[in-house]
């Protein structure tokens, strides 16, 4: 059974503001190879979270790519999970270093709290409509990625956001999630409590939250 | 040199906010704040969330940093003594971590 798993949009790398890619629904598994992707590219990235190079050890750029192992993850910057082709060139760094499959990568992938940029210039109804279509792409884009690696088995998307969130609550995100092509969609009925940040990596905030849990089937 | 101020606050956060939401009436902060005198330390943190769409419904401690220890378990949830350091390291304010009602009431 694979264990290992991909992320989206991470901010900063502190222990407590990674993405738990470990729950499942109803429960815990065990991870061993987690790919983490960053939205921002790698300068963006350090400068926001002040992130001094010395952790990056080794490097491990393609050539489209900037990837870095970080405390035995990888970890690569840059990757718009609406994009396809940015998830294939990650998965593909990952899959080189830990040697495994990409199914072993895919087939587990969570977000935390994704939010579109530039927030601060559109008022919540646009937000959410903006923060739908982002769910909705990023669904497409995993569907697609696996299907460039002949992906057969079926591939759950787990988020972190409150029933509550202003930005997008449980219905419009379920609504998101089918029309980017997901079968079916479940939340895990246990409250959990995460810390998080804005886009911008200035404000932090411990919340509780939600696990949804989106799949995907071929 | 400014005195270091440790303002715990009970906040207001508007929906419009960027800050990461639950659906919690209010919202606490431990803010570390660097200025000569309490009343310009409140007056420049309450601008600086302002900017944000936060707050302040109500300011419920405000002490000089080094007048006790930082070191209960909320310490660490508000992260006050990182925020120390980088309040220090910068001379501007350093918000901390905000913690939400409901997730209070869930752990």
């Known amino acids: 059974m694979s264990n290992g798993a991909m992320t989206l949009a991470e901010g900063s790398n502190k222990r407590q503001y990674k993405t738990d890619a ?21 300068p963006v990235w350090k400068s926001k979270y002040s992130v001094n190079t010395s952790i990056f050890c080794p490097r491990i750029n393609s050539v489209i790519k900037k990837g870095a192992v970080i405390e035995k993850e990888v970890w690569v910057f840059g990757v718009d ?20 499959k990409a199914s072993d990568i895919l087939s587990k992938v969570y977000i935390k709290n994704l939010n579109a940029e530039k927030e601060e210039y559109y008022d919540l109804d646009f937000l959410v409509q903006l923060n739908k279509n982002l769910y909705r792409d990023t669904t497409a884009g995993i569907k ?5 690696f002949g ?5 759950n998307i787990h988020v972190y956001s409150s029933n509550n969130n202003y930005k997008i609550n449980k219905i419009d995100l379920y609504e998101a999630f089918e029309l980017g092509g997901a079968s079916q969609v479940k939340t895990d009925p246990r ?3 995460y810390k998080s940040m804005n886009n911008l990596g200035s404000m932090k905030v411990k919340i509780k939250t939600n696990l949804h849990v989106a799949t995907i089937n071929f | 040199m400014p005195n270091i101020w440790v303002i715990s606050t009970k906040l207001y956060v508007s929906e419009k906010s960027s800050i990461p939401q639950d659906g919690s009436r209010f919202y606490f902060g431990r803010s ?4 000569h005198s309490k009343e310009a330390a409140i007056n420049d943190l309450t601008l600086k969330l302002n900017d944000d769409f936060i707050d302040i419904e109500k300011i419920v401690d405000v002490v000089e940093y080094g007048s006790k220890a930082w070191n209960s378990a909320e310490d660490d949830d508000f992260e006050t003594n990182e925020s120390y350091l980088d309040a220090l390291e910068t001379g501007s304010i350093a918000l901390g971590c905000f913690i939400s009602e409901l997730s209070m009431e869930a752990e």
Do not use: W
């Open chain 1, 22 to 42: 470990t729950l499942v629904l109803n429960g815990v598994e065990e991870r061993e190879n987690i790919l983490r992707t960053s939205f921002d590219s790698l």
């Open chain 1, 81 to 100: 999970a609406t994009k396809a082709q940015d998830i294939i060139d990650a998965v593909k760094i990952a899959t080189s270093h830990y040697k495994v």
């Open chain 1, 144 to 148: 697609e990625a696996c299907e460039y």
């Open chain 1, 151 to 155: 992906i057969k088995n079926p591939v």
């Open chain 1, 191 to 193: 409250a959990l409590v």
């Open chain 2, 32 to 35: 570390i704040v660097p200025s």
